[in-house]
């Protein structure tokens, strides 16, 4: 299991470890997890051979620093199989962008490790709206960038479950799951089922672009602000597409939005 603190990573562990599965979890620094660790980094090669020990099956995050060579080491150490986190931008129109490239770059590694694979390419996370937090905490207007475009995002614990099915169940090898919730919402509808979740009187105001590139201006690198604005100014990612995969691989409908924000809504207090 690597990004096994982050938002789809934990929601993985979880499941697996509820299913009674042995489950290694690989952290950069000791972590309140209900499985195994291994301290390594995933950028640093040489601190990963324990980790990958006596593993069949790996959750890999994407865009690390040598992702051949690190699939050469989980190929060396027996790794059989990987899931990969990748994303819909390694299929948007215009791929030549920061983040489009390293989603496909890191699927082309997997692709020729010679290691069983399985790719999860989902829309945009439902727990992106932890971003919303520090204006949450200081106010009750919520500004935020491209508020024209719906999205059908997804909640990470329905991206764990299909991970969770690929990793264990045999039929999900060389196959793409395309990943949605079960609705598209523009940014002020997320927020307004917040509002309502939360017992409070939210408001959003969109960012026009000029506003938005000064607001990431310092804290998004340049690359990625740019492959923002390529997906959701110029409109080279759809994201509003509903996908009915996670029904189909798990026997459950993909959670809504309100159902992501009931189950986080403590994170919000
Ligand atoms: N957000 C979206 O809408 C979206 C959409 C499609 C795809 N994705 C992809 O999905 C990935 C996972 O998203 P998330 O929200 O679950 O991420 P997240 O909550 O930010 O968690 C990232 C995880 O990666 C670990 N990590 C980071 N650098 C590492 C390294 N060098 N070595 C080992 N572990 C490392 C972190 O561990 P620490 O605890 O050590 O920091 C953490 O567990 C993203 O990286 C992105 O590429 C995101």
């Given at each position: 299991?690597?990004?096994?603190?982050?938002?789809?990573?934990?929601?993985?562990?979880?499941?697996?470890?509820?299913?009674?599965?042995?489950?290694?979890?690989?952290?950069?620094?000791?972590?309140?997890?209900?499985?195994?660790?291994?301290?390594?980094?995933?950028?640093?090669?040489?601190?990963?051979?324990?980790a990958?020990?006596?593993?069949?099956?790996?959750?890999?995050?994407?865009?690390?620093?040598?992702?051949?060579?690190?699939?050469?080491?989980?190929?060396?150490?027996?790794?059989?199989?990987v899931?990969?986190?990748?994303?819909?931008?390694?299929?948007?129109?215009?791929?030549?962008?920061?983040?489009?490239?390293?989603?496909?770059?890191?699927?082309?590694?997997v692709?020729?490790?010679?290691?069983?694979?399985?790719?999860?390419?989902?829309?945009?996370?439902?727990?992106?709206?932890?971003?919303?937090?520090?204006?949450?905490?200081a106010?009750?207007?919520?500004r935020?960038?491209?508020?024209?475009?719906?999205?059908a995002?997804?909640?990470?614990?329905?991206?764990?479950?299909?991970?969770?099915?690929?990793?264990?169940?045999?039929?999900?090898?060389?196959?793409?799951?395309?990943?949605?919730?079960?609705?598209?919402?523009?940014?002020?509808?997320?927020?307004?089922?917040?509002?309502?979740?939360?017992?409070?009187?939210?408001?959003?105001?969109?960012?026009t672009?000029?506003?938005?590139?000064?607001?990431?201006?310092?804290?998004?690198?340049?690359?990625?602000?740019?492959?923002?604005?390529?997906?959701?100014?110029?409109?080279?990612?759809?994201?509003?597409?509903?996908?009915?995969?996670?029904?189909?691989?798990?026997?459950?409908?993909?959670?809504?939005?309100?159902?992501?924000?009931?189950?986080?809504?403590?994170?919000?207090?």
């Amino acid at each position: 299991m690597t990004g096994a603190t982050g938002n789809v990573g934990g929601e993985v562990v979880r499941a697996l470890a509820d299913a009674g599965q042995p489950v290694r979890a690989l952290v950069r620094a000791p972590a309140d997890l209900p499985v195994e660790q291994a301290i390594g980094d995933l950028n640093e090669p040489d601190t990963l051979d324990r980790a990958f020990d006596g593993i069949s099956g790996v959750f890999l995050l994407p865009g690390y620093r040598d992702m051949t060579g690190l699939l050469a080491r989980m190929r060396g150490a027996g790794v059989e199989r990987v899931v990969l986190l990748s994303s819909l931008a390694t299929v948007a129109t215009d791929t030549r962008n920061a983040i489009s490239e390293f989603m496909i770059r890191s699927e082309t590694a997997v692709r020729e490790s010679g290691l069983a694979w399985t790719f999860l390419r989902p829309n945009a996370f439902m727990s992106n709206a932890l971003r919303w937090l520090p204006q949450l905490r200081a106010g009750d207007v919520v500004r935020d960038a491209f508020g024209d475009v719906p999205i059908a995002s997804v909640d990470p614990f329905d991206i764990a479950a299909v991970a969770v099915r690929a990793l264990l169940d045999p039929g999900h090898e060389e196959r793409v799951h395309e990943l949605s919730g079960p609705e598209r919402l523009r940014p002020a509808e997320r927020l307004a089922v917040l509002a309502d979740v939360l017992h409070r009187d939210l408001r959003f105001r969109a960012l026009t672009d000029e506003e938005a590139r000064a607001d990431m201006t310092g804290h998004v690198p340049d690359e990625y602000m740019r492959a923002f604005f390529s997906f959701y100014s110029d409109g080279t990612l759809d994201e509003s597409r509903i996908y009915d995969t996670v029904e189909k691989v798990t026997g459950n409908p993909p959670r809504t939005f309100a159902q992501w924000a009931q189950a986080h809504a403590d994170d919000f207090r």
